[in-house]
């Protein structure tokens, strides 16, 4: 419809330009006979362009009204399901995996060494003497409850130093050589417990490998026990004078966690609820605080059919004062 606007809408355009153009320079041989088919065009297409404009902002405003329903409808039937998943969690029993299990699998998880200039195999052998581990290998070498489909293979995508930020994603390359951010198609993961936590850790490695500028407003780090607090260094927030604050006045020196926050429990849990798995671990953000993650995860058939994010409860509410 846009198409067939805009079509009729030049050519009216053109056809009154020339008339326009004639008027002004030949007035005597604007009303001749020979220039009849150009009044017709004028006239004939008034009206169509007319009824093109009344017709296109009609199905416009339509189709804007069904999108907003839409939305409005997905966006009610994904907060149902958010609420639906937080009350199954309050009915799990305890965690299916042990949290020293859990803290192990992440601890070697996040201290992978990622190389974000990888040499070709070739120059590897001739420069080190041996192949590098890809960082397919070094992931799932962790996580062994996942694996791709045969021909798939893990890549990340590193940021580069352009523009105002960015965060490393990770892809899987298919065959033909296309690549796709939506990984979680193409793992098989064991039905169990810890296939489930697996999942979640991968579905949020990112938030630890290297990000830049404004990416870093999305960094996490996570915490599975008061030691993990322990090390958390934060700055206490200066009084509020009448004048206006800098950036730099905002906090004093890093102090550690309060007693508010160091008494708040973190411990991780893997539970399973019907035909469901449900992973609640804390990360701490410079820009959030101190928060506890729920994530609900459906396996059927070694495949990831259903992976929400239900909730994120603020356990400790923090901002490092640093806006980018």
């Not at 298919?174 to 999942?199: E, M, R, T, W």
Request: aromatic share 12%; hydrophobic share 40%.
């Amino acid at each position: 419809m846009e198409l067939v606007v805009i079509i009729y809408g030049i050519a009216w355009l053109l056809s009154l330009l020339f008339l326009v153009y004639v008027f002004f320079t030949e007035k005597e041989k604007i009303f001749r006979r020979d220039n009849w088919h150009v009044w017709l065009l004028v006239i004939a297409f008034t009206p169509i362009i007319l009824l093109g404009i009344i017709l296109y902002i009609s199905i416009s405003c339509i189709r804007d009204k069904k999108k907003d329903r839409d939305l409005k409808k997905a966006k009610e039937i994904e907060e149902t399901k958010k609420k639906q998943a937080v009350e199954n969690y309050k009915k799990c029993s305890d965690s299916l995996v042990e949290t020293s299990v859990i803290e192990q699998i992440s601890r070697k998880l996040l201290n992978i060494n990622f190389d974000t200039f990888r040499m070709p195999e070739e120059l590897q052998m001739m420069v080190i003497g041996k192949r590098i581990p890809t960082d397919e290998e070094k992931i799932l070498g962790v996580l062994d409850k996942i694996k791709l489909l045969v021909g798939y293979s893990l890549e990340l995508e590193f940021p580069d130093d352009s523009g105002c930020g960015g965060r490393t994603y990770i892809n899987i390359k298919k065959p033909n050589g296309n690549l796709s951010k939506k990984f979680l198609d193409f793992v098989i993961v064991d039905d169990s417990p810890l296939g489930a936590l697996q999942i979640y850790f991968l579905s949020k490695l990112w938030h630890h490998l290297p990000m830049f500028w404004h990416g870093y407003y999305d960094r996490r780090f996570s915490v599975f026990s008061k030691d993990d607090l322990l090390k958390i260094k934060v700055r206490s927030r200066k009084t509020r004078g009448e004048r206006s604050l800098k950036p730099s006045d905002i906090y004093e020196e890093e102090n550690d966690l309060p007693e508010e926050a160091l008494a708040c429990d973190v411990t991780p849990k893997v539970t399973r609820y019907e035909d469901k798995y449900y992973v609640s671990c804390c990360y701490w953000s410079e820009f959030g605080g101190l928060i506890r993650e729920l994530v609900e995860i459906k396996i059927e058939n070694n495949k990831v059919t259903e992976f929400l994010d239900a909730n994120r409860k603020v356990l400790y509410r923090y901002h490092c004062g640093i806006m980018y």
